[in-house]
């Protein structure tokens, strides 16, 4: 275990830009519908996540792409989609591609169909239109996601790279971001390679 931010800066000499805890509750977020249908993920009580994008954004001046990978899925999945919402809140255009072909963590955290997602679009089976899905993450406020698909054997060999998917999306959207948990099934250096 680490003290804090200062801790984990002098041990690995990166610095820390962000702190992510436990969400907040606030009651008062749970009296509308729309509120109540928005996933638990959704970090709606906080500033935490608009302000590590705004870092990120600030840093890299123009943020079209952005992957993350971890070896657990559901914190790359949270922090996948809690960054597409901060970018929304910013009028950006955002996505997510859920990368995660074992368990569709972004796909089951947002309560979405897990296919058709971008295994059959890679493969050419459906294009890219086909397999968006707009999830609501706020009142008014929704985000297109790519669910993972199904699962493929290695002798199906995608038409299509995944950077040459993303590249081609970060065109239509202001904000890309690709959840990439690391995964046996999908080799890690392809995935996060997609992001600039």
Request: no cysteine.
């Amino acid at each position: 275990r680490v003290a804090d931010a200062r801790e984990i800066e002098r041990l690995v000499s990166i610095p820390v830009i962000a702190r992510v805890g436990a969400a907040e509750r606030v009651p008062e977020r749970s009296r509308r519908r729309a509120d109540r249908e928005v996933s638990p993920i959704i970090d709606q009580a906080t500033d935490t996540y608009r302000q590590l994008y705004l870092s990120l954004a600030d840093a890299a001046a123009s943020l079209p792409v952005i992957a993350i990978t971890g070896d657990e899925p559901a914190v790359v999945a949270t922090l996948s989609v809690n960054l597409a919402v901060a970018a929304s809140h910013q009028a950006r255009h955002a996505l997510v591609i859920d990368a995660d072909v074992t368990v569709h963590s972004v796909s089951a955290a947002l309560h979405i169909p897990p296919a058709p997602g971008a295994t059959e679009s890679l493969t050419g089976e459906v294009e890219w239109p086909e397999v968006i899905v707009h999830a609501v993450v706020g009142r008014d406020r929704t985000i297109d996601v790519i669910p993972a698909g199904r699962r493929r054997t290695p002798s199906e060999v995608a038409a299509r790279t995944l950077r040459q998917a993303v590249a081609h999306l970060a065109r239509r959207y202001d904000t890309v971001v690709v959840s990439a948990p690391w995964l046996r099934e999908a080799a890690l250096e392809e995935t996060v390679s997609a992001s600039p």
